[in-house]
């Protein structure tokens, strides 16, 4: 059974950066694409950045674009989010999800596994 677990989160200036991780545990051959969403305060869950290693695609929100960036290492099964120059609308919790269907689509019904999420707060 395929899991997925991060950590990383915490609280932030703006300005500030933080690093999230993601280790995904269990069989994950079958597993195309794998990214990261997020919800704040009374808002849509949200894709914010998403690597497909089989379809070789990686997207980025435009709200993020230029300020975060997805890498994986595939010998931890770890995927990891380096967010830099950080903004009080970037506070939110962020999910780890991963999709076990080819190619690349942003919307969260197309992710079948997610983990518990991790807070992100930043302050301004």
């Given at each position: 059974?395929k899991?997925?677990?991060?950590?990383?989160?915490?609280?932030?200036?703006?300005?500030?950066?933080?690093?999230?991780?993601?280790t995904?545990?269990?069989?994950?051959?079958?597993?195309d694409?794998?990214?990261?969403?997020?919800?704040?305060?009374?808002r849509?869950?949200?894709?914010?950045?998403?690597?497909?290693?089989?379809?070789?695609?990686t997207?980025?929100?435009?709200?993020?674009?230029?300020?975060?960036?997805?890498?994986?290492?595939?010998?931890?099964?770890?995927l990891?989010l380096?967010?830099?120059?950080?903004?009080?609308?970037?506070?939110?919790?962020?999910?780890?999800?991963?999709?076990?269907?080819?190619?690349?689509?942003?919307?969260?019904?197309?992710?079948?596994?997610?983990?518990?999420?991790?807070?992100?707060?930043?302050?301004?």
């Amino acid at each position: 059974q395929k899991k997925l677990v991060e950590s990383g989160g915490g609280s932030v200036q703006s300005g500030g950066s933080l690093r999230l991780s993601c280790t995904a545990t269990g069989n994950t051959d079958s597993i195309d694409c794998i990214g990261w969403f997020r919800q704040g305060p009374e808002r849509e869950r949200e894709g914010v950045a998403i690597i497909c290693t089989q379809s070789y695609r990686t997207w980025y929100s435009d709200s993020v674009k230029g300020r975060f960036t997805v890498s994986q290492d595939n010998d931890k099964n770890t995927l990891y989010l380096q967010m830099n120059t950080l903004k009080p609308e970037d506070t939110a919790m962020y999910y780890c999800a991963a999709s076990e269907l080819y190619g690349l689509n942003t919307a969260p019904s197309y992710f079948s596994h997610w983990g518990q999420g991790t807070r992100v707060t930043v302050s301004a």
